[in-house]
């Protein structure tokens, strides 16, 4: 863990640190077990195919974990994380082809509220593909 | 399929009380790949300020899918299941969710309408801890895909 950043380091702008998460086919089996999510589009390619789906995908609210890792290491406290609202655009596609998909997180202090707020503007891709906007995270930083 | 508005404003009897189990936040904390030490070990969350080990942000979905699963599975409501998608997930914390927590969820249909021939479903549900305290309000929007939709449709649907 690095040292939490301060609301006096901050400005609209600055950038935090960009992170890239593997998620395998393994993973989601794994954050199946532990949210208890276990719609088959997210472990069977049959079941996805027949929802019209290309392949197997993750789940919206493991790309959001995911996500919110960025600023939580950031922040230092996840508790700090008070308020988000997430866009799940496109589905993070996971094919069993041992290749795991790479999710690329990037975020951005939007705006400086009353100390010591912030808000962070976050976007998640996966290939071309934007998979997760989250325009508007409250963070409340170390004063 | 169109939904049966007369579920708008519907507000659910509270959940049957949660308990927050400090290794079942291990094992979700384990499973979105978070080493953070606040998850695990009681003197790291306390090193923040915490009276005991917290739950990760996103832990709050175990409990938020379950409690709309008595909306969206309802039949009445004729939401067409198998085309659901997750859509969007706010969630507004009073207090991060803690080991030991009782969390119950009372489920309120807040918004229910037809975009695009896409059925889009709204809820807002309140968490709220063992004295009744409000932890988190949460709104999470689910899509009932028309057939041959195009790019929007996305993940985390129901079983």
Redesign the interface.
């Known amino acids: ?1 690095t040292e939490p950043v301060n609301y006096t380091d901050v400005q609209p702008g600055t950038r935090l640190p960009t992170r890239v ?1 593997t998620v395998g086919r393994a ?1 989601l089996v ?2 199946a ?10 472990w069977s390619e049959r079941a996805a195919r027949d ?3 290309p392949n197997v ?10 996500a ?2 960025a600023l ?2 950031w922040a ?4 700090a ?12 596609v996971v094919p069993d082809d041992g290749e795991p998909a790479r999710v690329q997180v990037e975020a951005v202090v939007a705006e400086k509220l009353d100390s010591p707020r912030v808000r962070v503007s976050v976007t998640a891709t996966c290939g071309a593909d934007k ?1 997760l906007v989250m325009p508007r995270v409250l963070v409340a930083l170390k004063e | 399929m169109s939904l049966d508005q007369t579920f708008l404003g519907r507000v659910y009897p509270p959940t049957e009380p949660y308990a927050v189990g400090r290794e079942k936040i291990r ?2 904390a ?5 080493e ?1 030490p ?2 695990r070990d009681a003197e790291a969350a306390k090193a ?3 009276p005991d080990v ?1 739950a ?3 832990f709050l ?2 409990l938020t ?2 409690a709309d699963g008595q909306v969206v599975f309802d039949e009445r409501l004729g939401l067409d299941f ?2 659901v ?9 009073q ?2 969710v803690r080991a030991d927590d009782l969390l119950t969820v009372l489920v309120k249909v807040a918004q229910l309408d037809t975009v695009d021939g896409n059925d889009v479903v709204t809820l807002q549900d309140e968490i709220r801890g063992a004295t009744g305290e409000l932890v988190c309000t949460a ?1 999470t929007t689910f899509v009932a ?1 028309a ?3 195009g ?9």
Not at chain 1, 57 to 66: D, P, S
Not at chain 2, 85 to 93: L, M, T
Not at chain 2, 151 to 159: C, F, L, M, N, V
Request: net charge positive; charged share 25%; proline share 6%.
């Open positions: 863990m998460f993973d794994r954050y077990g532990a949210s208890l999510d276990f719609n088959t589009i997210h929802a019209g789906l995908i993750a789940h919206g609210a493991l790309t959001m974990a995911l919110l890792r939580t290491d230092g406290d996840p508790a994380v008070r308020d988000y609202r997430a866009r799940f655009s496109k589905p993070v998979v | 094992e979700f384990d499973a979105i790949g978070d953070n606040v998850y923040l300020g915490h917290i990760p942000p996103t979905m175990l899918l379950k198998s085309r998608v997750h859509r969007g997930q706010r969630f507004s914390y207090r991060p709104t895909r057939d041959e939709a790019d929007e449709r996305t993940a985390g649907g129901r079983p």
